[in-house]
């Protein structure tokens, strides 16, 4: 099996040393074969991370079969960035290794752990949409209006006038700032 190892630190007087060399112990004790490690030394929290972006291409290419990672929190800080990188490797077929917590999905009770989170996360999405559909009708019964603001009457008119005289739509929304598609609609 064809593996990499990814390795975080948070800070740059820190090491990922110890990381990568505990998981190159498991992979030859597995049998795997490690072919490459993508480090890094930067926060967990960061919306980008140079190594973690390399990984990923790689995993959408189907490079390699497992992903080996020392610790959870190492891969991702926020519950909804992990769950989504635990998706995209769970469709491209690439299995998952957390040293830490015990987490191998090339095994029968790895992929059955990773199931779980799955179940738990498609819940918690569920909670979510909930909160926000019970926000919505709340809004609505309040008599809020939803959606985009509505063109003012003094500016439909102005559109109305504009296009009467022969301007395009495209010149109109110009002039008036308003988008090509809202000048279609209230003409």
Excluded at 81 to 88: N, T
Excluded at 97 to 110: A, E, N, V
Aim: hydrophobic residues 40%; contains cysteine.
């Amino acid at each position: 099996m064809k593996a990499v190892i990814y390795a975080r630190v948070s800070t740059t007087d820190q090491t990922t040393e110890n990381q990568t060399l505990e998981l190159q112990r498991v992979a030859k004790r597995n049998g795997w074969t490690v072919e490459a490690v993508f480090e890094e030394q930067i926060s967990g929290a960061k919306k980008t991370r140079p190594a973690l972006q390399r990984l990923l291409q790689g995993v959408v290419r189907k490079e390699f079969d497992v992903v080996m990672v020392w610790d959870v929190s190492r891969l991702g800080r926020s519950l909804r960035h992990l769950v989504e990188l635990l998706e995209e490797f769970h469709t491209k077929g690439v299995n998952l290794y957390f040293h830490q917590q015990g987490i191998d999905t090339t095994t029968p009770s790895g992929k059955m752990m990773f199931q779980m989170c799955g179940v738990f996360a498609e819940f918690e999405r569920s909670i979510l949409q909930e909160r926000v559909k019970a926000g919505l009708a709340r809004a609505r019964a309040s008599g809020k209006r939803l959606g985009r603001p509505s063109v003012p009457p003094i500016t439909v008119k102005k559109i109305q006038t504009l296009r009467a005289s022969g301007l395009s739509y495209r010149a109109i929304a110009r002039k008036t700032g308003v988008s090509v598609g809202k000048c279609h609609a209230v003409v």
